[in-house]
């Protein structure tokens, strides 16, 4: 029907959106946008030909029936309705028409969740957005593209950039404002609009207070409906601090103690001086690497780190890195160093700067006490594990151990031989083999290795036998070399076990295939190890011992040779066995009207004569150890078993004990109690060393990273009172020349010395740590004994430099020679910390003074007379500006030679660093010209300092081969600011011009230039 075809079309006009058309009556006739309506949890046949009511009779649909009704009454309504989980927009119209028809209303039925959803999302993003403009550190602001470019919008960064108090100032000023000059932002503009977008673009700028801003400018074209210009999006970022640097960068970097690399394009662009110290090829050789020859530099197992570093910098997901890895120097040796990487701008450009300093002594220096530490520890571990092991599990656990001595010693093999071992059930020889090794086909015997004099001889001499090569064998040793070839043996290191005056045995490794130099950490180790197992061996032996002891005081027992006794409850005896004699040195005959209990309970442990007999009428037997005096003055453990007779149904009226000696057995179990306590006490201890050698490697980080002495004494204070907490200390630096060690930091509970002489201390004296123990030891001067007690003082040297005195007092508890190494240790860090502090600020001098005068050079002249005049633009006042030269100079230079030419200059620059203000600059322009610039000075005043100048060196009387060169004058010109001109190069051409003026005068006066 075509009335059909209208809201099939408006089903499929309106997405998401059901359409029912309904009568009179309220039934639906038709029902389009099937997939809506499936959302509802629907099919379209629930809802033809009936009303809402009838169609859905368990849901709440009062609001949409009544919107029905009114439809029928020609009133059209719109809402919004939940159903379920969906929200849905609800549009009931009548239907009116001229022609009858049975459609008297429609429903259209538009889901919209998602839309509102999507409503919520962006204002979240719009919020969010506005706070990250807010907060960015980049500036960003919008302006017109037409007449002076006025502001639209700018964000906080951008306000406090150019220095514009609020927003509500902004109204006041225009991007033509803030440019330096006003063709560069008319030029910025026509580029911006021929291009659409810049990036990037570098632009001299200017604050509010006249200040110059360098910026890095991004800017877009946003345009209307129109296609025309709307304004302009730009984000600023201030370079400023990196363009002025950029100068001093490269001289800097050219005395920089630390190496500096700089990569551009893959290449090496730029190196100082310590990169080729460190790896041995010159600046040259670098530039000429190619990318795949610069990643042979690097390490082959730090090569993978190293690229994710520079890939992380490149795709900016970092700015700044760390990395330790190594380097493979052209010589071929190998460095660790210890890099910054950050990503720069060099010459305009992006780059890579790599800052790395050398910490390979370092790193071995760490290496070595870590694998110290870890071989204590897995020593300690071994002794631990041996205590309480049960006899069966013994020899699975000796040849686990090997594995770990094996292992950790980087051998091939590992033997353990114990001689003569009777009364026990241990193995004489255990072996253990690396597992990628494939089985000896000739298996050695423990006892062959010391059947060579040879070998046994070198044990007893020194207790180790190094055989690093078999050709180090001497001549008369044949068979030994002979036997350890035919093993395949290359190099073998064996260590003696032995016990006062006695082989026990020995522990060896050996090596396959390769010559091998043992140091000192293998031979320790086979020490430590087999110390290890002969307290093992021996323990076991007694163990062993006892427990055959205690086997055959079983089978004396069946022949009654334990002491039996037969006891009543009240402690009289019955009968003793004749061993009680021989255990007690007490005769049998002696016992008449004995009460056992009053002799055992006051001897025993935690026993009274009521406790027994309670435990004895319970019917329960009794163990316990008790002690017994004998004639000779020996002190017995006796172990008693009582055990309670009684008749079936009745209490026990007599008791029977079984005594024997167990004072052996007491004995060894407290020394096992005192081994274990010392090995815990050893864990400990390498538990306290551990902690230390950190905290040493956290401060020696610290130091490396110090910009000023002030920093370093925080540093030291820190982390001294941490790793000497139980002492008191102080830290003595040197002033010079008054030969005074000043105190800079303290720390601990002792009032110590705030300053003396060097010669009152014998460190400082001597060049060498003094140590004070007892009253024989020499006392330094400025040392109070009676506060300080013992005391360490150690001279801070580096580079063979002694900078200071590093003194740690109040020794006499908890000193050892741990406490001395780590003392020297953190002197000689915080010395080097200090020394290169030195270095650095001796640079920096080197950098901006003349050498020969000890002026400042044209250099400094330049960057402090820009500064001076814009701080006297600022404020408004004037600046006299002095060019002075001396006369004949080169007449001088031939007469006497260039030398006293040298000498001239220096009296002159020493009367001009006496004779200027401290405000004043005074530099040396270059040959015998010098220039004197007088900040707050005006032109009358600048005359006059001027010929007060002139007057004071014509009275100079200089020095040289023992006479007084005499005559000397100078010719000075003045110009001022802002009288002779607004920039430095107008200034400095008319003190130039009034310079010559003095000389064509006639020289020795002081001239002005012409104007003015």
Request: charged residues 25%; neutral net charge; contains cysteine.
């Amino acid at each position: 029907m075509k009335g059909e075809v209208q809201p099939r079309n408006l089903a499929r006009i309106l997405p998401q959106s059901a359409v029912l058309i309904f009568d009179s009556a309220g039934r639906h006739l038709i029902v389009e946008g099937g997939a809506t309506v499936a959302r509802l949890g629907l099919a379209a046949e629930d809802l033809l030909n009936k009303t809402l009511p009838e169609a859905l009779p368990e849901m709440n649909l009062k609001k949409l029936v009544k919107a029905y009704q009114a439809a029928l009454r020609g009133k059209a309504s719109h809402f919004e309705l939940s159903w379920n989980s969906l929200t849905l927009d609800v549009q009931i119209l009548p239907i009116k028409g001229e022609v009858p028809s049975p459609f008297m209303g429609i429903a259209i039925l538009q889901e919209i969740t998602d839309i509102l959803a999507s409503r919520e999302t962006l204002r979240i993003n719009e919020r969010r957005l506005r706070a990250s403009l807010d907060n960015l550190p980049l500036g960003i602001c919008r302006n017109s593209p037409y007449g002076r470019g006025e502001f639209m919008m700018a964000n906080p960064t951008f306000l406090k950039m150019f220095g514009i108090e609020s927003e509500e100032m902004l109204s006041r000023f225009a991007a033509a404002d803030f440019y330096f000059n006003e063709r560069d932002r008319q030029k910025f503009s026509d580029l911006l609009l021929e291009s659409r977008e810049v990036r990037s673009l570098l632009m001299k700028l200017r604050r509010l207070d006249g200040t110059i801003l360098w910026g890095s400018i991004s800017s877009r074209v946003a345009y209307d409906d129109k296609g025309k210009p709307a304004y302009f999006d730009n984000v600023i970022e201030d370079i400023t601090p990196r363009i002025e640097a950029e100068s001093a960068y490269r001289i800097l970097a050219e005395h920089s103690l630390q190496a500096l690399l700089i990569l551009q394009n893959n290449r090496v662009v730029f190196a100082n001086p310590a990169v080729t110290m460190i790896s041995g090829y010159s600046f040259e050789d670098l530039l000429t690497l190619s990318p795949f020859e610069a990643l042979k530099l690097i390490h082959v197992q730090d090569r993978k780190s190293v690229y994710q570093s520079f890939h992380n910098l490149v795709r900016r997901k970092e700015r700044k890195n760390h990395l330790t890895g190594r380097i493979v120097r052209k010589d071929g040796g190998i460095r660790w160093i210890e890099t910054v990487n950050v990503e720069v701008e060099f010459q305009g450009k992006p780059a890579l700067q790599l800052a790395f300093v050398d910490i390979t002594e370092q790193r071995e220096a760490q290496e070595k006490l870590q694998r110290r530490l870890a071989m204590e520890t897995m020593i300690s571990s071994i002794s631990t594990r041996f205590i309480d092991l049960p006899l069966h599990q013994v020899d699975a656990e000796i040849i686990e151990a090997l594995g770990e001595v094996g292992r950790f010693a980087g051998a091939d093999d590992c033997f353990l031989s114990f001689l003569g071992l009777p009364g026990t059930d241990l193995q004489a020889y255990y072996h253990w083999r690396a597992p990628h090794l494939k089985p000896r086909e000739i298996h050695p015997r423990g006892a062959e290795f010391l059947t060579f004099e040879w070998v046994q001889k070198e044990l007893e001499d020194q207790h180790y036998l190094s055989i690093p090569a078999l050709q180090s064998i001497p001549d008369d040793a044949k068979e030994a070399k002979s036997f350890f070839s035919s093993l395949g043996i290359n190099s073998i290191l064996i260590s003696s076990l032995s016990s006062p005056n006695k082989l026990d045995g020995f522990l060896a490794v050996d090596m396959e295939g390769t010559e091998r130099i043992w140091q000192d950490e293998a031979i320790q180790l086979l020490q430590m190890a087999g110390e290890v197992f002969l307290n093992m061996l021996q323990r076991r032996y007694a163990e062993e011992s006892l427990r055959k002891s205690e086997s055959q005081y079983r089978l004396l027992a069946d022949s009654i040779q334990d002491v039996i006794g037969l006891h009543n409850l009240d402690g009289a005896t019955y009968y003793f066995s004749p061993s009680f004699q021989k255990l007690t040195g007490i005769a049998v005959n002696e016992l008449v009207d004995w009460n056992i209990f009053e002799f055992i309970a006051p001897r025993s442990e935690n026993w009274s004569v009521d406790k027994i007999r309670q435990e004895l009428l319970a019917g329960r037997d009794l163990i316990f150890d008790w002690q017994i005096q004998r004639a000779n003055g020996r002190v017995l453990w006796i172990e008693t078993h009582m055990h309670p007779i009684a008749e079936e149904g009745s209490q026990p009226g007599q008791w029977i004990s079984s005594s024997r000696d167990v004072t052996e057995r007491r004995e060894v179990r407290e020394e096992l109690r005192a081994a274990n306590i010392s090995l815990q006490e050893t864990v400990e201890r390498l538990g306290r060393r551990n902690k230390d050698s950190g905290l040493l490697i956290a401060m020696g980080d610290m130091l490396q990273s110090c910009l000023t002495l002030e920093e370093v004494y925080d540093v030291a204070r820190k982390y001294c009172q941490k790793l000497f907490s139980s002492f008191s200390g102080a830290l003595y630096l040197h002033e010079e020349p008054a030969r005074l060690a000043r105190k800079v930091v303290s720390w601990g509970e002792s009032e110590l010395s705030p300053a003396f002489t060097k010669d009152n201390c014998w460190a400082l004296r001597r060049g060498r740590v003094h140590v004070y123990k007892n009253s024989s030891d020499l006392i330094c001067r400025h040392v109070d004994r009676a506060v300080s007690g013992d005391y360490f003082c150690i001279p801070l040297v580096a580079l063979g430099e002694t900078v200071g005195l590093f003194h740690l007092s109040n020794l006499t508890v908890g000193a050892n020679d741990h406490t001395y190494q780590f003392a020297v240790m953190v002197a000689e860090r915080i010395a080097l910390a200090i020394v290169n502090l030195r270095l650095r600020e001796t640079l920096r001098n080197q950098s901006v003074r003349d050498p020969l005068t000890e002026l400042y050079n044209r250099r400094y002249l330049l960057e402090t007379m820009q500064r001076e005049l814009s701080r006297a633009t600022r404020r408004k006042t004037e600046m006299g500006i002095m060019m002075m030269d001396i006369d004949h100079f080169k007449i001088f230079n031939d007469s006497y030679g260039h030398p006293a030419g040298d000498v001239l200059l220096q009296s002159l620059g020493s009367y001009l660093l006496k004779n200027v203000r401290g405000e004043d600059v005074a530099c040396r322009y270059g040959g015998e010209e010098f220039v004197v610039i007088l900040p707050d000075t005006n032109f009358a005043d600048a005359i006059r300092r001027a010929d007060e100048f002139r007057d004071g060196i014509s009275r100079l009387a200089v020095l040289y081969g023992g006479k007084t060169l005499g005559g000397i004058t100078v010719s000075i010109g003045v110009s001022s600011f802002p009288q002779h001109g607004k920039t430095m190069e107008e200034l400095l051409r008319n003190a130039d011009l009034a310079l010559y003026r003095a000389k064509n005068e006639g020289r020795d006066r002081v001239a002005r230039p012409h104007k003015g």
